[in-house]
């Protein structure tokens, strides 16, 4: 196929626009969260090691790996969530039947199997294992440990809410999360995934992804509040951390979503907090569905695949609504309120509109 040439010359400046931003902007973001992680993350390892003297069943996971942290993730510049994965699932079955979306109960699978659960004490009546009492029970220790600790003068837990939330040198917020790895399931929540008939993801990488399973979490969910059911407290959400990063190796898909992260930090971080990293992360997963081949997020395509994404993004505002990439059924916009997204489609829109039109826009964004 014959590209016009004046196409082509548009498509190399943009290229050239979106190499100068990566490295100045982009990395520079990067370099500075790199350092925030250390800095955190030595506080928070130091907290959970307190916990771990005076309760050996929550054993921190929080280990450095080739210079990355495993179970933490970035929420913004000064905000991060660290999962502390739990032992023994064993003796309980996983069991969501949409009650709930998103989230999941686990149940003991025998009764007479009570008294062999590391977590006896936290199995309700009905032999469910409550999500809550577990991180209420957390939470009290890790306020104990802030205070014996070697940084207890610069550490303080956020009070007001059910999570186990820690400030840390009055700047960074970091959310410490129990959980339970669930390898080689799927969730039937998922079970529609992934689409038949598109070449991506490849079977291989969709095989290596169901391996991998996901993560139940302990924390409070915007999908069953209000729902007065017994099981509200109970139930863990589902998380697909893993999954998602699998899925992004290849071609340009992490360089993309960290030039999206880098936007959003410096144009779309706006009231109540409408946009966030995560709705651009699992937009661009549809947006893989949407351009299946490996040539569509080569360097040159970066422009094209970052304006679709934030066209994907204006619609998913003004309809109000942006599914969940594994689990359709949830509405990450839930919670959000209507006027803090009708504000955000018009911030959304005059940056497409600017990326659209000038190819020289990433100078002055």
């Not at 210079?67 to 969530?81: D, Q």
């Not at 339970?180 to 969730?187: A, D, L, M, T, Y």
């Not at 959000?336 to 964004?365: D, G, I, Y």
Request: hydrophobic letters at 40%; one cysteine or more; proline letters at 5%.
């Amino acid at each position: 196929m014959l590209v016009p040439a004046d196409m082509l010359a548009a498509q190399s400046k943009m290229l050239y626009q979106i190499n100068k931003y990566y490295g100045e902007r982009v990395q520079t973001r990067m370099a500075t969260i790199a350092k925030t992680i250390r800095e955190v993350c030595k506080v928070v390892q130091d907290v959970l090691k307190e916990v771990e003297v005076q309760e050996p069943r929550f054993i921190s996971s929080l280990t450095e790996c080739n210079g990355r942290y495993e179970g933490l993730e970035v929420i913004s510049p000064i905000e991060f969530e660290v999962v502390l994965y739990l032992n023994q699932m064993g003796v309980f079955n996983f069991v969501d039947d949409g009650t709930l979306p998103g989230c999941a109960v686990l149940k003991l699978s025998d009764g007479r199997k009570r008294s062999m659960s590391l977590w006896v004490e936290f199995i309700t009546a009905s032999g469910y294992l409550s999500a809550r009492k577990i991180r209420s029970r957390f939470q009290t220790l890790v306020a104990q440990a802030c205070d014996k600790c070697t940084y207890r003068d610069s550490v303080k837990m956020i009070a007001d809410t059910t999570e186990v939330k820690l400030r840390i040198r009055e700047r960074y917020i970091v959310q410490i999360t129990p959980a339970f790895k669930c390898s080689g399931v799927w969730p039937r929540s998922g079970a529609h995934w992934p689409i038949p008939h598109i070449p991506w993801p490849h079977p291989n990488l969709v095989a290596e992804v169901k391996t991998e399973g996901f993560d139940l979490l302990s924390k409070e969910s915007v999908a069953v509040q209000g729902k007065q059911s017994a099981m509200e407290g109970d139930a863990w959400v589902l998380s697909f951390l893993e999954a998602e990063n699998r899925l992004l190796h290849g071609g340009c898909r992490r360089r993309c979503l960290s030039i999206l992260k880098t936007l959003r930090d410096r144009h779309l971080d706006l009231p109540g907090n409408p946009v966030t990293s995560y709705h651009l992360k699992t937009l661009l997963l549809y947006e893989c569905e949407k351009h299946p081949r490996e040539s569509e997020w080569d360097e040159a395509c970066i422009g094209d695949r970052i304006n679709g994404i934030f066209l994907q993004l204006i619609s998913c505002l003004q309809c109000r609504r942006c599914p969940h990439y594994f689990l359709p059924n949830l509405d990450l916009f839930k919670g959000k309120s209507p006027s803090a997204l009708e504000n955000a489609a018009k911030q959304v829109w005059r940056l497409t509109r600017e990326m659209l039109t000038n190819t020289r826009c990433l100078e002055k964004l």
